[in-house]
């Protein structure tokens, strides 16, 4: 079975290839058909023009033949200067927020499905296999649209713990872009009620009619505040 895959060949330029397929997922895994794949601007860019990145990063994304494997040495994270060795070293793959439909699984595989829809870090690829592990079945009730943002919810979960957060704590958020309203969401999962500040009305309105405990502050509000004071 043939798959075709991004892959950035240098900066700036991007090509399809196109690689074989066993004709069965190996024991453990499941083949996956991609049905959306989401952008990310900020990382892909970056290694669309080979510019400054994360040495870690860099080598998962450069690893074709198993790109979700990669450990963070030391707990540590070494940026590399654009095109240093050890930097942007070319061919890459691109992505990290897949949503596939499972059609073939190989032995052993239980806890997934044929017809499953799935969230995975692969990348944009239109047929490969994952380890059933590393996909996590889709509510039949969520769209595929919702499903995809999913990743980047964990971020902001990340930064909670990273702040020692404790649920039911007040939480302040800067800005509510993707990130940052999903950030707002988890926190308001943990019984929390977040002050977000953000100058766009807009994306203040979307974060209030979302989130009903949100308080939604702008920068213009909080600096009339500091003029009387």
Not at 18 to 38: C, F
Request: with cysteine.
């Amino acid at each position: 079975m043939k798959a075709r895959r991004m892959l950035i060949t240098a900066p700036r330029q991007i090509e399809w290839s196109e690689i074989e397929l066993n004709a069965r997922p190996k024991p453990g895994y499941v083949r996956v058909r991609t049905l959306t794949s989401l952008i990310s601007p900020g990382t892909e860019m970056r290694l669309y023009r080979g510019e400054s990145m994360v040495a870690e990063v860099w080598e998962s994304f450069a690893n074709l033949d198993d790109p979700l494997q990669w450990v963070v040495k030391d707990q540590r994270y070494d940026v590399s200067p654009a095109m240093a060795p050890g930097g942007a070293t070319f061919p890459v793959m691109s992505g990290y927020n897949n949503i596939g439909e499972v059609i073939d699984i190989g032995d052993g595989v239980s806890s997934l499905k044929v017809g499953d829809r799935i969230l995975s870090l692969w990348r944009h690829q239109n047929y490969f296999d994952v380890r059933e592990w590393e996909g996590v079945a889709i509510p039949v009730e969520v769209s595929i649209e919702a499903a995809s943002c999913a990743y980047q919810a964990t971020l902001g979960l990340h930064a909670l713990r990273r702040g020692n957060f404790s649920a039911g704590e007040r939480v302040g958020i800067i800005g509510l872009g993707l990130i940052g309203l999903l950030t707002a969401i988890v926190a308001d999962a943990f019984s929390s009620m977040p002050i977000c500040f953000e100058v766009n009305p807009d994306r203040r309105r979307i974060a209030e009619s979302a989130i009903p405990n949100l308080i939604a502050v702008s920068y213009t509000h909080l600096r009339a505040h500091e003029t009387e004071a």
